[in-house]
């Protein structure tokens, strides 16, 4: 089936809604349309061609009036310095990088072989991905999930550190997220962590100095050899030394 825009007279759009992990329904012109994956048009019992199903790019199926119309082809491009941010979080320390998506299977798994990421999974609907992210935090593994669809809030909301893409990611997962990566650069993800991990650095030297420095001078206020003045370096001085510390992070290069 064709559809043909009348000559003339601009498309009227309407009633448009998102089947979450399955794409848009609406109205165009007092037509029924559906635009999203194979699942959608099964879930509306719309028939369409087997060999679909063996298209190795994404898709685009569309549906009108209840009918199969056609489909459209999606090239997705792999980001320049993603294969650079798998070889960077490896050599942190990562042990495991995951690869949930609603893509087709078979994209997936390629793009997972080309950046070298240890596990991944294709075809997967919002709860699919929710359902893997707790079988992996159940199994004692601590979790930073990346996201920037609107499927991915939830996953998102459910890791120990969810990270959003805030370039052209969705406003509901850069709200519910951790961290925000302006860029869209995935190898800024390591260049965050690196940034987590000084930081953290600077956060138990500025415990462990005001620990140490307090119980000094507890210890010469107990022997009567403390002053009001070693007193106040126990305060505000270890105070001012912490300042100081964490101000280094903002010279360290990352």
Known sequence: MQYVKPAGSPLAV???????????????DGQDVL?????LLSKFNVSYPADIDQ???SI????????????????DEIKEDAAQAMRELKAQGVSTIVMLSGD??????RVAKELGITEAHGGLLPEDKAAHVERLKAAGHRLAFVGDGVNDAPVVALADVGIAMGGLGS????ETADVVIQTDHPSKIATARRIAVATHAVVWQNIWLAFAVKAVVLALGAGGLATMWEAVFADVGVALLAILNAVRIQRMKF
């Open 14 to 28: 309407e009633n448009v809604e998102e089947i979450a992990g399955h794409g848009l329904r609406g109205r165009v």
């Open 60 to 75: 685009v199926v569309v549906a009108v009036g209840g009918q199969y119309a056609g489909y459209l082809t999606v090239a």
């Open 171 to 174: 406003d509901a997962t850069i």
């Open 55 to 57: 298209v190795v790019d």
């Open 104 to 109: 087709k299977d078979a994209i997936v798994q």
């Open 35 to 39: 635009a999203g994956n194979t699942k």
